[in-house]
Structures are given as C-alpha cells and as structure tokens.
C-alpha cells in the first residue's frame, strides 16, 4: 500500500464510457492507496432496483427522488445491480434532474472520507469533484469495448451477439454524451488514458504515476 505522508482526503476523479475499464481500474488504484471506492454508476442502479422491489412507477420524478435520497451506498452489490433489467431502469431514472442532484449530493458527501476516495463514472471530474486533484478519462475505441463486454458476457456462461453489444455500446455513448443534464465529456484538465491497446497492468501503471506525482 502506498502511503499519503502528510495528504488527507485525497480524491481521485475517474471518467470515460462504458466497458474502457474504468471500474476495474479505478479498484485497483483505491486498493493500492488504501482508499474508499465508490462506483457511481451502481448508485443509480441501486436507486432503480428499489424502486423496482417496491413496485414503484419509474416515470415519478418525484418517487424517484426520494428514494434516492434514501440509498445507502456502503451495501452496493456489484453481482446483483449489473442486471440488464436494472440497467435499463437506471438509464430512464438517471436523465432526470432531481435525481441527479440527489444523487450526486450523496456522492460528494462519500468523496469526503478520509484518507481518500476514487470515484468513478460519467460526471465526476465535471460536476460531482471539479476540484479533485487527479482527473483521468478512461476510454478506448467502441470495437474494443463491445468485444470486452462481449467476452464478459460470454464468460458468464450467458448468450451473447457482437453485433448486439457493439450497437448497444455505441447508443449508450450517444445517450451519455448527448444528454442535457452532465453529458459526458472529459474535464478540462483530465489525464487521457486510452486503453484500447493497453492491458490492465499497463493503465494501472499510467494511472499511478499521475497519482504519485500529484500526492508529492
């Protein structure tokens, strides 16, 4: 684990589109600085499935709002949010305003823990944490990214069709980046990693040189 020395409170902004490996990086790094993680994405995953579970309408801003206002984003499950069914409520709650705001209070509240936090997702560097001071935008080419998600899908053991995920993978990034409400767009002062032809490893090792050098 690496120390902060005399930093407290450090917060690690992580941006980019679906399937560029931001998730597992961004784990990779809060564990290597032994730091808080938060998923931004499965907060309103979470937000969707409660409102799913209590047989509540998703088109009721304000239902919706309140019950994100009600999320608890210690007891986030990875396995259980990641359901297409999920996901798909999630996209319809997730334009609307007042969810947002609730939402991105929480996460800006999490940002706050000490010794440190990486958030990952669309907005972070942008709207929840402008100030971080380490902003990365993950990405990598739409090809690559439908055949990541391609493959895991496939290694669940489920039914999967490239040309299905690639079209998926490409109307997401069209509904990220087009929407009103924190479209998705790197910071101003962003570090680029484009992880189309970089492993894991290597993208860690990008990554922590940027961190280790703002931590100094």
Do not use: W
Not at 85 to 92: N, P
Not at 184 to 201: F, G, K, N, Q, V
């Amino acid at each position: 684990m690496t120390t902060l020395g005399r930093n407290t409170n450090m917060i690690i902004a992580i941006d980019g589109p679906a399937a560029a490996g931001k998730g597992t990086l961004s784990r990779q790094i809060a564990e290597a600085y032994g730091f808080h993680h938060l998923d931004t994405g499965l907060t309103y995953r979470a937000t969707a499935k409660a409102l799913i579970d209590a047989g509540l309408a998703l088109d009721d801003e304000a239902v919706a709002e309140k019950v994100a206002r009600e999320v608890e984003l210690a007891g986030l499950d990875r396995d259980i949010l990641s359901a297409h069914d999920i996901g798909e409520a999630a996209s319809k709650i997730a334009v609307m305003p007042s969810v947002r705001r609730a939402l991105v209070e929480a996460q800006q509240a999490f940002s706050r823990r000490e010794p440190g936090t990486v958030l990952d997702g669309r907005d972070i560097g942008t709207v929840v944490c402008p100030n971080a001071p380490v902003k990365l935008y993950v990405t990598a080419s739409p090809e690559v990214r439908a055949r990541r998600r391609y493959d895991e899908i496939v290694a669940k053991g489920e039914m999967a069709d490239y040309d299905h995920v690639f079209a998926d993978v490409k109307k997401r990034d069209e509904r990220d980046m087009g929407r009103a409400d924190s479209p998705l767009r790197p910071a101003s002062d962003a570090h680029l990693l484009d992880t189309s032809e970089m492993s894991i490893e290597a993208a860690f090792r990008a990554a922590k040189a940027i961190i280790d050098a703002a931590l100094k």
